[in-house]
C-alpha cells in the first residue's frame, strides 16, 4: 500500500507539472530520492515509458504518461 500512494503521489505531482510545461522536469524531494520504495517506483513508471529521468531524482512525464494517468480515475484520498 506505501508503495502505491507513493506512485499516486509520484504521478499527481507530475501531471500538475505537465499541464504547465510538458518539457519541464521536477527535482524531487531528498527524503523521496531516498526511500527505496519511490526509486522502485520511479524505475517501474520509466520502464513502462510513463516518465523520463533526466538524471537521479529529476523527472517528468512523458506525453504517453500524461494521457494515461489523465484517463485513470484518482484514488479517492486525492479527492477530498
Do not use: C
Amino acid at each position: 500500500m506505501h508503495r502505491e500512494s507513493i506512485r499516486d503521489a509520484l504521478l499527481l505531482t507530475l501531471s500538475k507539472s505537465y499541464e504547465i510545461d510538458p518539457s519541464r522536469f521536477v527535482a524531487l524531494s531528498k527524503q523521496t530520492v531516498d526511500s527505496s520504495f519511490a526509486r522502485l517506483v520511479v524505475a517501474e513508471l520509466r520502464n513502462q515509458g510513463y516518465l523520463e529521468e533526466q538524471v537521479r531524482g529529476i523527472v517528468r512525464l512523458t506525453h504517453r504518461g500524461y494521457q494515461i494517468y489523465r484517463n485513470d480515475p484518482l484514488p479517492y484520498a486525492y479527492l477530498a
